[in-house]
């Protein structure tokens, strides 16, 4: 799939084929992510065993949400956060405090989804095997 040349391309695009093209680019931004960001990868496989595994385990189904969520939320800030990176490594490689500042802020995010996801699935095991 060819990239815009500008927004006006995309913009002009409407309908069907504007879904489509979302979801070509969507598609291409999970497979550079997989591809460039090892804790994306490691997150993948998380997804890949923990979803399924959300919804055979001996738990209601809005506990096998949460669980699933919890794992997606994580996947969902950790392409933002490389998505931060990537911008702020566009606009060049000196160290600036406010590059270091959106940095951080984007790991921070992470460490939260993380969080918030351990707590997430040690809560509902520990309620379903306890």
């Not at 990239?3 to 093209?21: A, F, H, M, T």
């Not at 979302?22 to 997989?34: D, L, M, N, V």
Request: hydrophobic content about 50%; charged content about 20%.
């Amino acid at each position: 799939m060819t990239q815009p040349k500008d927004s006006q391309e995309l913009k002009g695009k409407s309908g069907l084929r504007r879904l489509i093209n979302a979801f070509g680019y969507s598609r291409e931004g999970i497979a550079s992510a997989y591809a460039t960001e090892e804790a994306f990868r490691q997150e993948c496989w998380l997804a890949i065993i923990g979803i399924p595994l959300a919804f055979f385990l001996p738990v209601p189904l809005l506990h096998s949400l949460a669980l699933a969520a919890a794992i997606l939320f994580l996947l969902i800030v950790e392409i933002l956060n490389s998505a931060i990176e990537a911008a702020i490594d566009r606009i060049g490689s000196e160290i600036h405090p406010l590059s270091k500042k959106a940095k951080d802020l984007g790991s921070a995010a992470v460490l939260f989804a993380c969080a918030l996801c351990a707590l997430t699935w040690g809560c509902i095991l520990f309620e379903a095997f306890c």
